[in-house]
């Protein structure tokens, strides 16, 4: 009887004992600091893997370079043309099926990668930190190297996704950046002067909201929040929304801020004024009261000065310059705009024909054409 039992026990020659089946997790009674420890693993698994997949990005790009130079080289020295790189593509993919990216045109656009950026230095600290298809589009959409090298830094240190810098790109930030007329030399210490000149910019492009006239800031505020998450990428990076229509009250008198944001890195409020008309000079008085106001009830003791930012529909450069003078709040006042307009440069506003001329030239030409028919069939 007690040889049956122990056969019972048995399962496949192990006994029972020796079996190591999951409990559910309901039932198991887990340690108190268990949860810290998961959260601990998972968090250094995700950094590995973020790693691994970075690094293996960056040798891919090194990678990009080398074949590029390889071609480069080949071309320069011994004339090679496009029937080479096709049939090295070939060959190259026939190598290694498993690997995607030897097409004729990547190998191109390998070619052109390491063509503009012939510091290799520069390429592994910079650019091999960008996905491929960030890299193409360095290369398609700009020509100044600066201006590459510029946007490829700000890739990196923001995140930018690949659609995203070509956002960037299309709208110039480049040209915008750290534009706004401000008077954060005299009011903010420098690091965080050149800091906040730098977060802001000068014209802010909301293109989101249509092409529509915008005739009331009420209409505009309203606009910006419903595509809080554009305007926010607009903003840049750092910029928390707080709220729309912030109440103050000061001595019995209401105050309204038209929106609030806190900004991460500078450590600060952004008090943000709208304005759907040209600049006057009163505006920028009546936003250093709400800083004031803002310092006084919001800020927090370890809080950094709050910061003004007044968006206006159209400005005077020199008139903003001089109403800031005087103010000891940081302020900036930059224009938005709903599209980029490009105006024609005056050099070539005399050379263009006027549209009577178009229209004096297109009637000579049908007539000429009209006789010569004429001539010609008799």
């Known amino acids: 009887m007690k040889k049956k039992k122990n056969d019972e026990r048995k399962i496949k020659g192990k006994y029972l004992a020796d079996v190591i089946a999951p ?3 309901r039932k198991l009674e887990l340690p108190a600091n268990y949860a810290e420890l998961l959260n601990d693993l998972k968090t250094r698994i995700g950094k590995t893997r973020l790693k691994v997949v970075i690094g293996a990005n960056r040798e891919m790009i090194l990678l990009y370079w080398e074949i590029g130079n390889s071609i480069l080289k080949k071309q320069n020295s011994e004339g090679w043309g496009a029937k080479v790189i096709d049939r090295l593509s070939y060959d190259l993919s026939k190598s290694f099926p498993e690997m995607k990216g030897f097409s004729p045109r990547n190998l191109k656009y390998m070619r052109a990668f390491c063509e503009v950026w012939k510091d290799l230095a520069i390429v592994q600290r910079t650019v091999a930190q960008l996905p491929w298809r960030s890299n193409i589009t360095l290369l ?3 020509e100044n190297h600066e201006e590459r090298l ?4 700000q890739a990196i240190e923001h995140g930018w996704s690949q659609p995203i810098l070509q956002i960037q790109i299309e709208t110039k ?4 950046k750290g534009k706004a007329a401000n008077n954060f030399t005299k009011t903010l210490p420098p690091p965080e002067s050149d800091m906040a000149s730098q977060i802001f910019k000068d014209p802010y492009l909301f293109d989101f909201l249509g092409t529509d006239v915008v005739r009331r800031e009420s209409e ?7 595509h809080i998450q554009k305007f926010l990428l607009e903003l840049g990076s750092g910029f928390a929304f707080v709220g729309r229509q912030v109440h103050l009250e000061v001595g019995g008198d209401d105050f309204y801020i038209d929106l609030l944001f806190y900004h991460l890195r500078l450590r600060c409020y952004v ?4 304005k759907a008309g040209k ?5 920028a008085g009546q936003l250093n009261m709400y800083l004031n106001i803002v310092d006084e009830i919001l800020k927090h003791p370890d809080d950094k000065p709050t910061i003004g930012l007044l968006l206006v529909k159209e400005k005077n450069k020199l008139l903003a310059e001089y109403a800031l003078r005087g103010f000891s709040k940081p302020i900036g006042i930059a224009e938005w705009k709903t599209k980029m307009t490009r105006s024609l440069p005056k050099t070539l506003t005399n050379i263009l024909p006027t549209v009577e001329e ?4 297109l009637y000579q030409e049908t007539n000429t054409r009209t006789k010569c028919r004429y001539k010609c069939h008799n």
Do not use: C, M, S, T
């Open 271 to 274: 008090v943000i004024e709208l």
């Open 23 to 25: 409990l559910p997790a």
């Open 358 to 361: 178009i229209e004096a030239e």
């Open 140 to 142: 398609e959409k700009i």
């Open 220 to 226: 505009l505020e309203h606009g910006l929040v419903v």
């Open 150 to 153: 510029w946007y490829a830094n």
């Open 279 to 283: 600049f006057q000079a009163g505006d």
């Open 173 to 176: 930030l480049f040209k915008r």
